[in-house]
Every structure is written in structure tokens, then in C-alpha cells.
């Protein structure tokens, strides 16, 4: 076994604190690195709360990792020691249903092995990126360019994909007019993207003094939902709304907002069920779609996008030690962008 050391959570009411575990030695096609940044997801609290489903503690969280390669299995082709590296969400999925072999292992439908929190192949859990090492196979980790900044390349991995896939499923680019719902870690990355697709993005916010950054993200226009007379002006007005907010709010308002054949994709997670009259989505053939992650293959293509456009995410970096009190601010909105641990105050 390959000895680590991370933070983790003991039980759903503990804080994060030292741990040291094991991961499974390097076998012929795994890859193994060191890690030097991962991001801080606000699905990290979710799972260790429990707010979702029932977890496997203790916990490791983290699912926004890069670092560099330090060990190949002999079998390994992709991956040389010394390589940058990459992994997100997931670290294995069935590789024979549809979904996987139409490089949608995200939808894997005998379900996707995420990084953190779930069983692997061998029954043992696995365990996330706030640790100083990772081993996984070598079709689940990704190539990264040594064009962009390291930390800000970290958030990429799950804020970054998880807007990137919806808003290339459908399409959206010029001639769209594109509403980005909660200006967070997913809502920053989506104005970013929307804008260089070619979109008109507007940000839509309840906090007007979030005005100032959403234009300087890029976006063309602003508006305080909780405004009446600014929410009118784009009622009926946008052909995709994509919401990222994790908090509960009212669907039924933000389905107006749409256009006939207007979609408002879900990628934020409430821990609430949604509440929806039937009629706010009938009257005007809306629709409410979700997307999750990304494949491999889609997750692969976006860095490679970002890398060719110099596209990162904002961050703020933090020692692993203040990872609780980053919580607590992530709580309060009280970060810009995305919080990204630098591994070597582990």
C-alpha cells in the first residue's frame, strides 16, 4: 500500500483534521502524483455533512486536484514521471455501458466511481484530493498545460467542466442570450465561458454589490432579481438560464425569465426538493434540464480549451489548516471565486 496524509472528516459532525491512510499501491496502469493544489468545492461540505445521502467516513473531500507525476505502473502509455496531472470527479466508471462508451462516464449507468466518498472496483473507499497523494488509473487522469497558472487551473476540474459541458450540449453561443443564476465558483466560470462562446450573458444576482465583478468576468448586463422593476425588464427574455445556486429559491420565477423554448439548466444542488407549478413550464414549452460533470474526453477538451484561450478560474489559496474557517466563509459567499488549498502546507 502507498502511505498519504490528508485532512479528514472523522464523522458527519466532526471538523476536518489530520488523517493518515493508505491508498492501493501503483499497479501496471496507474499513475501516481503528488499533489500540489486542490480546489475547495462546496459539494466538499455537502458530502461531509451528509446533506445528499449517507457517506463512508472517515472522509477525505476533494475533487479539483493537479500535481505532478512521481510513479507509472509499467503497463502506463499516457503519462511519463515529472508529467503536470489532473483528476476531477471521477476515478472509474463500469467502461461497457452506452454512456461510458459514448465518453459519458458522469451518467455511467451502473453507476461512476467519484474521486472521494464512493467504493472503487477493489470495495475499498476512496478518498479525495486534500492530501499530499493520489493514485488512479491512467483513462481517468488528465493532461495539463504548463500555460496556465497551477492553482487557478484546480477549480477547472469540477466548477470548470460542470458549466463547460451544459453550455456546449446545447449549443449555447452568438445570437443567445444567456442568463448565468448566482455569481459563485460554478457562476464565474459559466459568465467566463458564455462570453467566450459568443453569448450575451447576463448575470443574475440578489446582491447588487456583485455588479462590479460580473462585468469585469465579462458579462454585458446585470440584474438584481430581487429588484421588481429590473426583474420585469427581462421577463420572457433568455433563451438558457443556467443556475448554479445551491441554496433553495423559487424556480417558478426564474422558468418566467425564459423565452418560448427557453431551458433553465440545473447545475447547482440544492439539498431541497424543487418546487414547480406545471403551468410556468407548459405555457411557454420551457423546459428544466440538468447537467452534471463532464466525461473524461469533454473534461480533457475544456482544459485544453482554457489552455488555448487563458481561461482559469479566480481563487484565493489557503493553508490546509484554515480549511474549516474557508468553510465558514464559503457559507457566507464570502470568497471570489473558488478557495484552492496549496497541499504543501499539509
Same mark, same amino acid.
Given at each position: ?51 445528499? @445521502?449517507?457517506?463512508? @467516513? ?163 448586463? @446585470? ?29 417558478? @420565477? ?93
Amino acid at each position: 500500500m502507498t502511505k498519504a496524509k490528508g485532512y479528514a472528516a472523522i464523522t458527519p459532525a466532526s471538523e476536518l483534521a489530520p488523517w493518515n491512510f493508505e491508498r492501493r499501491e501503483v499497479g501496471p496502469h496507474d499513475v501516481q502524483f503528488d499533489i500540489n493544489y486542490c480546489g475547495v468545492c462546496h459539494s466538499d461540505l455537502h458530502q461531509i455533512r451528509n446533506d445528499w @445521502f449517507p457517506g463512508i @467516513f472517515p472522509m477525505v473531500p476533494g475533487h479539483e486536484i493537479v500535481g505532478h507525476v512521481v510513479r507509472v505502473g509499467n503497463a502506463v502509455t499516457r503519462f511519463k514521471v515529472g508529467d503536470l496531472a489532473a483528476v476531477g470527479c471521477l476515478v472509474d466508471s463500469c467502461r461497457t455501458c452506452d454512456n461510458c462508451k459514448d465518453g459519458l462516464e458522469q451518467y455511467c449507468t451502473r453507476g461512476p466511481v467519484g474521486t472521494y466518498n464512493a467504493r472503487g472496483k477493489d470495495g475499498l473507499p476512496t478518498y479525495g484530493g486534500y492530501s499530499n497523494t493520489i493514485v488512479t488509473h491512467e483513462d481517468f487522469v488528465l493532461h495539463v498545460s504548463d500555460k496556465l497558472s497551477l492553482p487557478a487551473v484546480a477549480p477547472l476540474l469540477c466548477a470548470g467542466i460542470t458549466t463547460y459541458s451544459p453550455l456546449r450540449h446545447w449549443k449555447v453561443g452568438k445570437g443567445h442570450k444567456l442568463a448565468v443564476l448566482g455569481l459563485g465558483g460554478l457562476g464565474h466560470m459559466a459568465v467566463k465561458f458564455g462570453v467566450a462562446f459568443g453569448a450575451e450573458v447576463t448575470v443574475l444576482s440578489t446582491s447588487p454589490a456583485k455588479e462590479r465583478d460580473a462585468r469585469a468576468l465579462g458579462a454585458h448586463n @446585470f440584474v438584481v432579481t430581487t429588484e421588481a422593476a429590473q426583474a420585469r425588464t427581462v421577463k420572457g427574455y433568455f433563451d438558457f438560464i443556467i443556475d448554479t445556486v445551491s441554496a433553495p429559491h423559487d424556480f417558478k @420565477f426564474y422558468m418566467s425569465l425564459l423565452r418560448t423554448n427557453g431551458t433553465l439548466i440545473l447545475v447547482g444542488l440544492p439539498s431541497t426538493p424543487i418546487e414547480l407549478p406545471p403551468f410556468s413550464v407548459v405555457n411557454a414549452r420551457r423546459s428544466l434540464a440538468g447537467s452534471s460533470i463532464g466525461g473524461i474526453k469533454e473534461t480533457q477538451e475544456m482544459l485544453d480549451y482554457c489552455a488555448a484561450n487563458n481561461i482559469v478560474s479566480d481563487i484565493e489559496i489557503i493553508d490546509i489548516k484554515n480549511i474549516n474557517e474557508a468553510y465558514a466563509r464559503m457559507l457566507k459567499g464570502d470568497v471570489r471565486y473558488r478557495f484552492v488549498i496549496d497541499m504543501k502546507s499539509l
